[in-house]
């Protein structure tokens, strides 16, 4: 059966990076195991037990050939993985034979494994991450100044910036950039704590002395490349680690189905656009169209992102004291699917933010067209300070403003507030200030001072672990 007469993940076959697919391939995954039963071994033969090296060695010349068809057989036969992948490994190496997996348990590797997974998959999403930060910092820097319609329940509110609307994009980035960082960083290993994670086999091993188990642990967790250990497992580490790696990972897709709905809000409104390629088409029927095609994707894999939340949930919860094997089928899809679809959003949003297209005589249009209402206020205040009665002045402009809703809304006209404002001789002493009254630019209060200090005390130091990845561009394949 060819490859194309079978199922094949999207998010894989689609999507994914080949960093990221590889990071939780088969390949990746069983030389890890390897790796693993040799720094045991190694760790073994330095505490004193008998472990030759010679036996070391042989492990270590065959930590990457593995025979992925003798595996699979041999699971079929042993209906057990790890004991297959044992079986596998002695085969290539007779002489460590007797060695291999001394008194670990299957969690050694499996968890062990995953453990390394998650945290290479942080070292993967957090330069990304990082990228799409520096990408929109940019962005909101350029346009900090552009004023634009606000919107408040998806209606015409008071001016912001396209800039400052972007930094509320970012502020949510950065919260994410935060919990990423913080999730890789609490990561701990299982270690070396046998069956139950009382790590009887290790202390019958070496006949009773705890401080060489303490040491057979750190010694493994070191070579692994850990900083610390968890003090105390059952058979597993608990299942609530994987929560905190996967809510923090659908937290992040939360924020950017929030900001990829915006720009397709934007969009419709022709005021920013993601890039759409020279030879694009946007529907097979109605030629003319520009379809927000990423975004929409990022979207639609954001929602998954979140959903898949709920297993790790479910599974913590259900893990019977020590135990349970029902956690297994379940993390096998959602540890790797969550670290794959943050990767593909993460890409994806990239390339969005990388060539984002303003039309400022667009967002120029839509203020014209509702500013002069928004412009009641300071025109009332103007009147006063020329001498006029508040009371009177607002008033007048309740009328002249009921009269220009009414042909927006009953003649499909344009907005002619202003017009009858300079035709009513009530607003004679302003005329010559109109000008200055209606500039957008009196409308965005600080929002480009804002944008600044944003940018400079809370964005730009959050990428500097990031500096020497910030600039790789990725070829997004459509």
Known sequence: MDEFSKYRSPLVSRYASKEMAYNFSDRKKFTTWRKLWIYLAKAEKALGLPVTDAQVTEMESHAEDIDFAMAAEEESKLRHDVMAHVHTFAHCCPTAAPIIHLGATSCYVGDNTDLILLRDGFDILLPKLAR????????AEKYAGLPTLGFTHYQPAQLTTVGKRACLWLQDLAMDMRNLQRA??????????????????FLQLFQGDHDKVEDLDRMVTEMAGFKKAYMVTGQTYSRKVDIDSLSHLASMGATIHKICTDIRLLANLKEIEEPFEKEQIGSSAMAY???????????????HLIALLADPLQTASVQWLERTLDDSANRRISLPESF???????STLQNITEGLVVYPKVIERHIRHELPFMATENIIMAMVKAGGNRQDC????????????????????DNDLLARVQADPYFAPILGHLDNILDPKTFIGRAPQQVARFLSEEVRPLLEPYKAEIDVKIELEL
């Open 289 to 303: 169209k520009r379809n927000p095609m990423r975004c929409e994707r990022c979207c639609s894999l954001a929602r």
């Open 340 to 346: 794959l679809t943050a990767d593909i959003i993460l």
């Open 132 to 139: 799409v930060i520096d990408r929109l910092s940019n962005f």
């Open 394 to 413: 607002h008033e007048k402009i309740r009328v002249l403003s009921q009269q220009a809703a009414n042909v927006v809304k009953q003649e499909g006209g």
């Open 184 to 201: 890789r960083e609490d990561l701990r290993f299982r270690g070396v704590k046998g069956t139950t994670g009382t790590q009887a086999s």
